[in-house]
Structure formats: structure tokens, C-alpha cells
């Protein structure tokens, strides 16, 4: 099972993983009824549907807007204002979020996009949000959310960019569609080839290395140095950091890295 997770995703699951394992995919065992691990890896390994199951059953999704909120904070103070200095020429802004889960992470860069002068001062800024779990992907794209869990949005953030449901939606909570318009959302493993050609102003790739081998997070570090614009931002998440590819990245801030020009 590891090894086979290890392949379709690249996470590399510690001996403690074995309970979550079981507990995961104990139910879609059931589901399917068959009575054991040996019957099921056969199946996942002859059925690409039921390997793209596998992978999203393991996947970890946790996440929240304003997500370790400095990163968002060094957009607005930091890098804004360096585009709009230095951008005039070329005002278009692109941005990857490479591992966006529900999307709480690029509507959380929307907001933070909109709410600054790059709209006012004609910029083209665009997001494009990527997941490996197409489940998850689906719910970021409808941008609904139960407002109770969203208490690191502030009132006034609420009342501008989101509308709260009534009637049988009540207790929900749907982004604007301003924010909804700059986003794309589609699926890529992150393992694989990326369809992706930059160059990207900004890429966040949060909390998700937490789960690769050191050789997996090198070669990803080394792919993303490759769609970066020079003098692009690369942000990880808290307890990540980058060891191997660093001869490419500046550190710039916790967790936030620049390309080397060359
Ligand atoms: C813990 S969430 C992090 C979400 C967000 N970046 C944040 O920091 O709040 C990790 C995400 O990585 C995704 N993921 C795991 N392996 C992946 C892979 N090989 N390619 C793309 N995404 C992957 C999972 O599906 C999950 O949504």
C-alpha cells in the first residue's frame, strides 16, 4: 500500500501511517466488498478509476483561509508594491497554488489580490489552483463553505466576499464571484509532467512537501524553479523548508524563497 501510494502521489508514509491506512479505506473495502488488503491492491493496480479513489482516500486536505497569514501579508506589503513599481510595462500577474485543496487558499489570495491597487492600476492578475484529489478540487470550485469554520475571515471580509445562504443554505457561506473570476481550477499531480508553462510571478506549494521524501521535494523544487519568473516567490508551508535546489532560491522570509536570476 505504501509503496504503491509512493508512486501514484509521491507521499511517503511513515510506519505510523498503517492505522490511518486502515481506517481510510476499511469503509471502501466494505463498500466493495471484498474481504481483504491483498484483493483490494490488485484492484487498484489493474483500475486507474479505483487508483485515483486509493490516492484521494490518503490524501491529507486540511487547510483554512488565511492559512499562515504572513505569506498573505507579504503579498499585500512586499510584492504588490514591487509589481506595481516595476510592472508597467508588463502587467500581467500570474500565480500557482499547487496544492489548493477545498481553495481556501487561493480565494484567500483573491481577496488579498482585489483589496490592493492592482486592479485600479490595470493589471492582469490571474490564479491558477491544482490539486491531485478531485473531490476536494470540485468543492473549491463551488466555493461554498460552512461559515462557522471561518472564523480567520474578518466581519468585513465576510460581508464583502461572501453572500450567506438562507433557507435550506443556511449556514453557508459562497465567495464572490470577483474573487471566483480570477481562479482555475484543475487537477495535477504534481508527480507527473505539469501542463503548466509560466512564468509564474508567485507559487505556493504549502503543506503539502510535509508528505514527500527529501528526493521527491528536491526535484519538485528544482521543476518549480523552472516555471518561476527570475526574481519569483516561492512560499511553502510552516514546517517545510528547502534544502536540496536552494542554490536557485533566495530566503527571503519564513518559509518564502526567491529565484536566483540565474
Ligand atoms: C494539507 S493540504 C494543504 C492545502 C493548502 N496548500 C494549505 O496549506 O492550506 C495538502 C494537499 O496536497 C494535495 N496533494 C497531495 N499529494 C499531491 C500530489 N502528488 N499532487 C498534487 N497535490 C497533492 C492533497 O490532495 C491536499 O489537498
Same mark, same amino acid.
Given at each position: ?12 508514509? *511513515? ?9 481510510? @479505506? ?15 491492491? *490488485?484492484?487498484? #493496480? ?43 510595462? $508588463?502587467? /500581467?500577474?500570474? !500565480? ?17 489580490? *482585489?483589496?490592493? /491597487?492592482? /486592479? ?5 492578475? /490571474? !490564479?491558477?489552483?491544482?490539486? %491531485? ?28 466576499? +461572501? ?17 471566483? *473570476? ?18 509564474? $510571478?508567485? %507559487? ?5 512537501? %510535509?508528505? +514527500? ?12 524553479? #523552472? ?5 519569483? !516567490? @516561492? ?28
Amino acid at each position: 500500500m505504501r509503496r504503491m501510494l509512493n508512486e501514484l502521489t509521491g507521499i511517503t508514509l *511513515q510506519e505510523r501511517g498503517r492505522e490511518m491506512i486502515y481506517n481510510r @479505506l476499511g469503509r471502501r473495502l466494505r463498500q466493495l466488498k471484498l474481504d481483504g488488503f491483498a484483493a483490494y491492491i *490488485q484492484l487498484v #493496480e489493474k483500475d486507474s478509476e479505483e487508483a485515483r479513489t486509493f490516492a484521494e482516500a490518503l490524501t491529507t486536505n486540511t487547510t483554512h483561509f488565511f492559512r499562515e497569514e504572513h505569506h498573505f501579508d507579504y503579498v499585500s506589503d512586499v510584492l504588490v508594491p514591487d509589481w506595481l513599481k516595476n510592472r508597467s510595462q $508588463d502587467k /500581467r500577474v500570474r !500565480i500557482w497554488s499547487a496544492a489548493c485543496s477545498s481553495g481556501e487558499e487561493p480565494y484567500t489570495l483573491a481577496m488579498v489580490l *482585489q483589496e490592493s /491597487r492592482l /486592479r485600479s492600476a490595470g493589471f492582469d492578475t /490571474r !490564479i491558477l489552483a491544482t490539486d %491531485i484529489d478531485r473531490a476536494t478540487l470540485e468543492k473549491a470550485r463551488m466555493g461554498t463553505y460552512p461559515a462557522e469554520g471561518m472564523g480567520t475571515v474578518t466581519p468585513e471580509r465576510m460581508k464583502r466576499w +461572501f453572500k450567506r445562504g438562507v433557507g435550506t443554505r443556511a449556514g453557508q457561506a459562497r465567495v464572490a464571484p470577483e474573487l471566483k *473570476q480570477m481562479i482555475t481550477f484543475n487537477p495535477l499531480n504534481l508527480m507527473n509532467p505539469w501542463p503548466v508553462k509560466g512564468p509564474f $510571478d508567485l %507559487i505556493l506549494c504549502r503543506n503539502v512537501f %510535509i508528505y +514527500f521524501s527529501p528526493e521527491v521535494t528536491a526535484d519538485l523544487t528544482l521543476r518549480f524553479s #523552472e516555471v518561476l519568473r527570475p526574481g519569483g !516567490i @516561492l512560499m511553502l508551508g510552516h514546517s517545510e523548508s528547502m534544502v536540496a535546489g536552494s542554490t536557485r532560491f533566495d530566503s527571503v522570509g519564513k518559509t518564502i524563497y526567491r529565484r536566483r536570476a540565474s
